[in-house]
T-cell receptor, first 110, second 117 residues
Framework: EDQVTQSPEALRLQEGESSSLNCSYT??????LFWYRQDPGKGPEFLFT???AGEEKEKERLKATLTKKESFLHITAPKPEDSATYLC???????????FGQGTRLTINP | GAVVSQHPSRVICKSGTSVKIECRSL??????MFWYRQFPKQSLMLMAT?????????EQGVEKDKFLINHASLTLSTLTVTSAHPEDSSFYIC?????????????FGEGSRLTVL
């Protein structure tokens, strides 16, 4: 069965304290892995798409990496405005729909 | 970037009534739109795939007679929750892919929070 697991479920950091969020997956065929940010009461906001192992993408304080089994979202020197839930999602070969992980609720304290 | 708009953003209704939620793609055409539901502190669960000009495809366990989906044009899909009950209270989100349908081009609406009293 195709599965997406995110860890930790929640993470609290001090401003400037770098860390990483994990998204591990077991799927029959990966077509793409996506990271989204979701603020409370709002829809997900697209961050990155990764298609193949070894690929990396960066945007401001965020960097996403991909291996054959997992993806990491690295956050460097975070600020309070980076507080949100970060969602990982997959598109599987032969399908068009996204399968979401449970998300990691990130809180950055000033 | 592409914008997907949902309306209403919040709705409160009495048990037994029906509620319609609209999802519009504002600057692109979408032959397919996706409807998700999200319960508090949980992730998004796909409910159905809305197809312009044809019937929607529902995920296992989603009642098609309760959640009516109409994709009348290339920019509008509607979700109607019929005879709503308190357990239908949730956050409903639509999404639409731009050309190619790749997830990286999948844009989400702001969501509609339904509260059934």
């Amino acid at each position: 069965e195709d599965q997406v697991t995110q860890s930790p479920e929640a993470l609290r950091l001090q401003e400037g304290e770098s860390s990483s969020l994990n998204c591990s997956y077991t799927v029959s065929g990966l077509r793409g892995l996506f990271w989204y940010r979701q603020d409370p009461g709002k829809g997900p906001e697209f961050l990155f798409t990764l298609y193949s192992a070894g690929e990396e993408k960066e945007k401001e304080r965020l960097k996403a990496t991909l291996t054959k089994k997992e993806s990491f979202l690295h956050i460097t020197a975070p600020k309070p405005e980076d507080s949100a839930t970060y969602l990982c999602a997959l598109i599987i070969q032969g399908a068009q729909k996204l399968v979401f992980g449970q998300g990691t609720r990130l809180t950055i304290n000033p | 970037g592409a914008v997907v708009s949902q309306h209403p953003s919040r709705v409160i209704c009495k048990s037994g009534t029906s509620v319609k939620i609209e999802c519009r793609s504002l600057d692109f055409q979408a032959t397919t739109m996706f409807w998700y539901r999200q319960f508090p502190k949980q992730s998004l669960m796909l409910m159905a795939t809305s197809n312009e000009g044809s019937k929607a495809t529902y995920e296992q366990g989603v009642e098609k007679d309760k959640f009516l989906i109409n994709h009348a044009s290339l920019t509008l899909s509607t979700l109607t929750v019929t005879s709503a009950h308190p357990e239908d209270s949730s956050f409903y989100i639509c999404s639409a892919p731009t050309s190619g349908g790749a997830g990286g081009e999948l844009f989400f609406g702001e969501g509609s929070r339904l509260t059934v009293l």
